[in-house]
């Protein structure tokens, strides 16, 4: 089955850039799509195809995929970027929906 | 406004059975690949099955297979998911997901971009 690699914490200053990594195998050929998950909350869609924002995320949010790594890039970070991240793909060959473990930011 | 509204959640024990339902408006429910997202307590997301706009086509993962039934109707802008054979480890919120593109096909499925706000199953004796 194919998996997701994320890691499970990533800090990064106030008004820094922090990137959350995924990993996969030639993730770099599959949409990517990222998650933000605050506590007591319902995910959140916040990247989708990679590096296309959803109405209403800001324009700090980006992203890329190639290779086997996917990365979503919060530029300026603030103290309301702070939550849980998840990228997930769909694996057409197994017929799965697959996420990543979940990365918590932290913004220092 | 659209929107998802989970129901059917509660307290069962191992061995039993639960069916969840999710109530959709504010979009033409009938073109919309539909699923089933759930997470444990304190655990990440885990994708639990999915079901084509017709009803055609339905995937489920492996933990889940021969044991949940997803279904939809379409007439009454609900999906289901029916759990049977329950287990402790099948504790966890469970939340409906919408696919962001309408009139999808298999190979080209998008992100979830609406969900609903869950539903708590619990499964102990």
């Known amino acids: 089955s194919y998996e997701l690699t994320q890691p499970l914490s990533v800090s990064v200053a106030l008004g820094q850039t922090a990137r959350i990594t995924c990993g996969g195998n030639n993730i770099g050929s599959k949409n990517v799509h990222w998650y933000q998950q605050r506590p007591g909350q319902a995910p959140a869609l916040v990247m989708y195809?990679?590096?296309n924002r959803p109405s209403g995320i800001p324009e700090r949010f980006s992203g890329s995929n190639s290779g086997n790594t996917a990365t979503l890039i919060i530029s300026r970070a603030q103290a309301g970027d702070e939550a849980d991240y998840y990228c997930?793909?769909?694996?057409?060959?197994?017929?799965?929906?697959?996420f990543g473990g979940g990365t918590k930011l932290t913004v220092l | 406004e659209v929107e998802l509204v989970e129901s059917g959640g509660g307290l069962v024990q191992p061995g039993g059975s639960l069916r969840l339902s999710c109530a959709a408006s504010?979009?033409?429910?009938?073109?919309?690949?539909m699923s089933w997202v759930r997470q444990a307590p304190g655990k990440g997301l885990e994708w639990v099955a999915n079901?084509?706009?017709?009803?055609?086509?339905?995937y489920y993962v492996d933990s889940v297979k021969g044991r949940f039934t997803i279904s939809r109707d379409n007439a009454k802008n609900s999906l289901y998911l029916q759990m049977n054979s329950l287990r402790v480890e099948d504790t966890a919120v469970y939340y409906c997901a919408r696919d962001r593109t309408p009139n999808s096909g298999y190979y080209n499925r998008d992100a979830f971009d609406i969900w609903g706000q869950g539903t708590m199953v619990t499964v102990s004796s």
């Open positions: 195809r990679d590096n």
């Open positions: 997930q793909v769909w694996d057409s060959s197994t017929s799965q929906v697959v």
């Open positions: 079901i084509k706009q017709d009803g055609s086509e339905k």
């Open positions: 504010g979009f033409t429910f009938s073109s919309y690949w």
